[in-house]
T-cell receptor, first 114, second 110 residues
Framework: AQKITQTQPGMFVQEKEAVTLDCTYD???????LFWYKQPSSGEMIFLIY??????QNATEGRYSLNFQKARKSANLVISASQLGDSAMYFC???????????FGPGTRLSVLP | DGGITQSPKYLFRKEGQNVTLSCEQN?????MYWYRQDPGQGLRLIYY???????QKGDIAEGYSVSREKKESFPLTVTSAQKNPTAFYLC?????????FGPGTRLTVT
């Protein structure tokens, strides 16, 4: 069963605008972590943001914030003030504390338009 | 600087040959992972290791083998039994909740 779903294969956003990348997940483990990674064309995976299942506040890191809706099993990434350098693949991932492994979604390709 | 190194960045092999991809980390992380990524796809777990001398199969272990003789090193061998070995291979390590990735090795088998 698909544990991480990213329903947007591709997204376009105008430079300086905000964009939301969707991620839903499936787990029966009460303790888990959610992650977002950025993969530019060079192939490296860059860690962006982390949200723990017991965290009360939504995580924020600079221009990145995670809109965590636990009841809906949703962990959307919000990028504010998009920049041309934000053009990349974005992957949502989950780690169940009992499972120890990271499971990745299929990714969303974001293109920022000048 | 601490980090994960993978070498080489590009690797070319003839079909039927085994090839070993290296992964070294100096982050003192216990857990290490190997992922495969095909064009336009997400990451799929090949093998992972939580401690030295122990490793487990991931979702697509067939045709691959690993060893974990040292904490710093987790080499991956792509054997001739792997039907479609051409792909981008990423190594990662983790401590607590965060996972760090190496730069990847792009393997082409012809």
């Amino acid at each position: 069963a698909q544990k991480i779903t990213q329903t947007q294969p591709g997204m376009f956003v105008q430079e300086k605008e905000a964009v939301t990348l969707d991620c839903t997940y499936d787990t029966s483990d009460p303790s888990y972590g959610l992650f977002w990674y950025k993969q530019p064309s060079s192939g490296e995976m860059i860690f962006l943001i982390y949200q723990g299942s017991y965290d009360q506040q939504n995580a924020t890191e600079g221009r990145y914030s995670l809109n965590f809706q636990k009841a809906r099993k949703s962990a959307n990434l919000v990028i504010s003030a998009s920049q041309l350098g934000d053009s990349a693949m974005y992957f949502c991932a989950m780690r169940e504390d009992y499972g120890q492994n990271f499971v990745f979604g299929p990714g969303t390709r974001l293109s920022v338009l000048p | 600087d601490g980090g994960i190194t993978q070498s080489p960045k590009y690797l070319f092999r003839k079909e039927g040959q085994n090839v070993t991809l290296s992964c070294e980390q100096n982050l003192n992380h216990d857990a290490m992972y190997w992922y495969r990524q095909d064009p336009g796809q997400g990451l799929r777990l090949i093998y992972y290791s939580q401690i030295v001398n122990d490793f487990q199969k991931g979702d697509i272990a067939e045709g691959y083998s690993v060893s974990r003789e040292k904490k710093e090193s987790f080499p991956l061998t792509v054997t001739s039994a792997q039907k479609n070995p051409t792909a981008f291979y990423l190594c990662a390590s983790s401590m607590n909740y965060e996972q760090y990735f190496g730069p990847g090795t792009r393997l082409t088998v012809t």
